[in-house]
């Protein structure tokens, strides 16, 4: 990762403009155009500022984010490593983890953000299920802590990513994010299941007054981390799902904290198994069926295509729900299979 792309990044995250980003900074939008083409490289004073207002480390700009003058260096190689208790989601922007206790009573996750191996926890979600007590804490994108839990899981916030925990665990799978800018297939020309694959793999993070939110998705997994404060919505969850041609295979989840107010809703569910593998790895495709009677029942496992264009694909969800994929998505992270 270059200079530019590191600040493009950062920018990115914070859904602003490169104008909106040249503002606070003092400079036009052709400055930060140039910096993000690795054209000229910011003055000294910029990336303090910049490391200031965005809560950024200076070398996490020029010394992680590598010049463009230096061609030698390896891309993070972002990765899930598990273990019986544990799993860790590893990006270059973000470090999910996953955990419970040895009886599983206790189910927790914890995300934190930064670049590389130099993370802060922002955000942290953990279920008791003997005390039926559920406990959260994130930080905003501007820097406020919204709790349900002062004084105890909100003091963990801005605590350092410690990556030496991954040297235990087994690494199960690996990708690189996506810096090359090449445009993503397109339906008519690659069909579905390509396209859902593309357009999938990636992440979503946004952090407000309202919510904490990051969807993380790999070519094989489907990772949530999800705080709605005003509802007391509380879901986090990692899947196996594979992409088929008509839609995508939900072949099971395998940690799952869903908490609505007292946790008696119908979706509400606890439980975790890191060590669950699926039955398909690949989704034979004479398994679905158009008959209707078949199709409801296997409904649980399946979201199958209720329409698409060349840019667009609609799946149908729970009830009357529709999953919408678009190529054009706006994503933090985009992601490239090893």
Same mark, same amino acid.
């Given at each position: 990762?270059?200079?530019? *792309?590191?600040?493009?990044?950062?920018?990115? @995250?914070?859904?602003?403009? *490169?104008?909106? &980003?040249?503002?606070?900074?003092? !400079?036009?939008?052709?400055?930060?155009?140039?910096? #993000?083409?690795?054209?000229?490289?910011?003055?000294?004073?910029?990336?303090? @500022? $910049?490391?200031?207002?965005?809560?950024?480390?200076?070398?996490?700009?020029? $010394?992680?984010?590598?010049?463009?003058? %230096?061609?030698?260096?390896?891309?993070?190689?972002?990765? $899930?490593? *598990?273990?019986?208790?544990?799993?860790?989601?590893?990006?270059? !922007? &973000?470090?999910?983890?996953?955990?419970?206790?040895?009886?599983?009573?206790?189910?927790?996750?914890?995300?934190?953000?930064?670049?590389?191996?130099?993370? =802060?926890?922002?955000? $942290?979600?953990?279920?008791?299920?003997?005390?039926?007590?559920?406990?959260?804490?994130?930080?905003?994108? !501007?820097?406020?802590?919204?709790?349900? %839990?002062?004084?105890?899981?909100? @003091?963990?916030?801005?605590?350092?990513?410690?990556?030496?925990?991954?040297?235990?665990?087994?690494?199960?799978?690996?990708?690189?994010?996506?810096?090359?800018?090449?445009?993503?297939?397109?339906?008519?020309?690659?069909?579905?299941?390509?396209?859902?694959?593309?357009?999938?793999?990636?992440?979503? +993070?946004?952090?407000?007054?309202?919510?904490? &939110?990051?969807?993380?998705?790999?070519? *094989?997994? #489907?990772? !949530?981390?999800?705080?709605? =404060?005003?509802?007391?919505?509380?879901?986090?969850?990692?899947? +196996?799902?594979?992409?088929?041609?008509?839609? @995508?295979?939900?072949?099971?989840?395998? /940690?799952?904290?869903?908490?609505?107010?007292?946790?008696?809703?119908?979706?509400?569910?606890?439980?975790?198994?890191?060590? /669950?593998?699926?039955?398909?790895?690949?989704?034979?495709?004479?398994?679905?069926?158009?008959?209707?009677?078949?199709?409801?029942?296997?409904?649980?496992?399946?979201?199958?295509?209720?329409?698409?264009?060349? %840019?667009?694909?609609?799946?149908?969800?729970?009830?009357?729900?529709?999953?919408?994929?678009?190529?054009?998505?706006?994503?933090?992270?985009?992601?490239? #299979?090893?």
């Amino acid at each position: 990762m270059t200079v530019g *792309q590191r600040i493009q990044q950062i920018r990115a @995250l914070r859904a602003l403009s *490169q104008e909106e &980003f040249g503002e606070l900074l003092g !400079v036009t939008r052709q400055t930060v155009s140039k910096w #993000e083409l690795d054209q000229t490289l910011p003055e000294l004073s910029k990336v303090v @500022l $910049i490391s200031k207002l965005f809560s950024v480390t200076t070398d996490s700009i020029l $010394i992680d984010g590598i010049t463009s003058f %230096d061609i030698s260096h390896k891309a993070f190689s972002c990765g $899930i490593y *598990q273990s019986e208790l544990y799993e860790i989601v590893e990006t270059e !922007v &973000f470090s999910l983890v996953y955990y419970c206790n040895s009886d599983k009573t206790v189910l927790g996750s914890k995300l934190y953000m930064g670049f590389a191996n130099k993370k =802060r926890l922002c955000g $942290i979600c953990e279920r008791n299920e003997l005390k039926k007590e559920t406990y959260y804490a994130y930080k905003s994108e !501007v820097g406020e802590i919204y709790t349900n %839990d002062v004084g105890g899981v909100a @003091l963990l916030i801005g605590a350092p990513y410690d990556p030496s925990v991954k040297k235990t665990m087994r690494k199960s799978e690996s990708f690189f994010v996506d810096h090359s800018g090449v445009s993503l297939p397109g339906v008519n020309d690659s069909g579905i299941a390509k396209c859902l694959s593309a357009w999938r793999m990636g992440d979503i +993070y946004r952090s407000n007054a309202e919510e904490c &939110f990051l969807s993380l998705c790999t070519d *094989q997994r #489907e990772y !949530v981390f999800s705080v709605q =404060r005003e509802n007391c919505n509380v879901y986090c969850g990692a899947s +196996y799902i594979y992409t088929f041609d008509f839609g @995508l295979f939900f072949a099971g989840q395998y /940690f799952r904290i869903r908490h609505y107010k007292d946790n008696t809703e119908p979706f509400c569910g606890f439980g975790c198994n890191f060590s /669950f593998v699926p039955q398909y790895r690949k989704v034979p495709t004479e398994l679905y069926t158009t008959d209707k009677a078949i199709k409801k029942e296997s409904r649980p496992i399946w979201s199958v295509v209720k329409r698409y264009t060349d %840019d667009e694909i609609v799946l149908e969800g729970c009830g009357d729900d529709e999953y919408f994929y678009r190529k054009n998505d706006k994503r933090t992270e985009r992601f490239l #299979e090893k």
